[in-house]
């Protein structure tokens, strides 16, 4: 089955640039999506398609995508940015949604 | 504006039942394509299941864990999925969130605040 791998965590100092990696093979040919969740909040989705931003996220929030990897990116990092990141593909040949394990963004 | 209501949560013993129901508004319910994903305690997200709306055949698709056990339906003259479970395990204890289906790539971009079920005896 495919597998979605996230580290679990990734630290940032305000004002710096937050990358978060999303592993998985041939990941960009699933289009890959991304969710912030905070504490005791529903998920909310930042970026879908890969690199495309539904209305209301800020400009400096990110995806890309490169090979087996995909990327949510995360500039000028503040305090309210501290949150859960996942990532997210379909995966077709088997009919199924999967999510990676989620990476816990630190804001320094 | 997009609403996702869920209910139905709540304390329920190992092997028995449970409908959740999640009433949605702000959209054309008949057209969406649905999901529900849950979270365990201090866990990740773990997809459960989709329905395809009706004009695209209203099939279902399910994990692994819980595709002999739970079946999702909808009734769009309610504007309301379901979510019935059964034969519940400890393990199925989560908060189960209801979410739209959008696009080629099934981005989930609508969700709602989530129901807690508990199982437990």
């Known amino acids: 089955s495919y597998v979605l791998t996230q580290p679990p965590s990734v630290s940032v100092a305000p004002g710096k640039t937050a990358s978060i990696p999303c592993g998985g093979n041939?990941?960009?040919?699933?289009?890959v999506n991304w969710y912030q969740q905070k504490p005791d909040q529903a998920p909310v989705l930042v970026i879908y398609y890969n690199t495309d931003r539904p209305s209301g996220i800020p400009e400096r929030i990110s995806g890309s995508y490169s090979g087996n990897a995909a990327t949510l990116t995360i500039s000028r990092v503040e305090a309210g940015d501290e949150a859960d990141y996942y990532c997210?593909?379909?995966?077709?040949?088997?009919?199924?949604?999967?999510f990676g394990g989620g990476t816990k963004l630190t804001v320094l | 504006e997009v609403q996702l209501v869920e209910s139905g949560g709540g304390l329920v013993e190992p092997g028995k039942s449970l409908t959740l129901s999640c009433a949605a508004s702000g959209f054309t319910f008949k057209n969406a394509w649905m999901s529900w994903v849950r979270q365990a305690p201090g866990k990740g997200l773990e997809w459960v299941g989709r329905?395809?709306?009706?004009?695209?055949?209203?099939?279902?698709d399910y994990a692994a864990p819980v595709r002999a056990r739970f079946a999702i339906s909808r009734d769009d003259s309610k504007d309301t999925l379901y979510l019935h479970m059964s034969s519940l395990k400890t393990d199925d204890t989560a908060v189960y969130y209801c979410t739209t289906v959008y696009g080629g790539s099934y981005c989930l971009d609508y969700w709602g605040l989530g129901t807690l079920v508990t199982v437990s005896s």
């Open positions: 329905i395809k709306a009706k004009s695209a055949g209203g099939t279902t």
């Open positions: 041939n990941i960009g040919s699933k289009g």
């Open positions: 997210q593909v379909w995966d077709s040949s088997t009919n199924h949604l999967i």
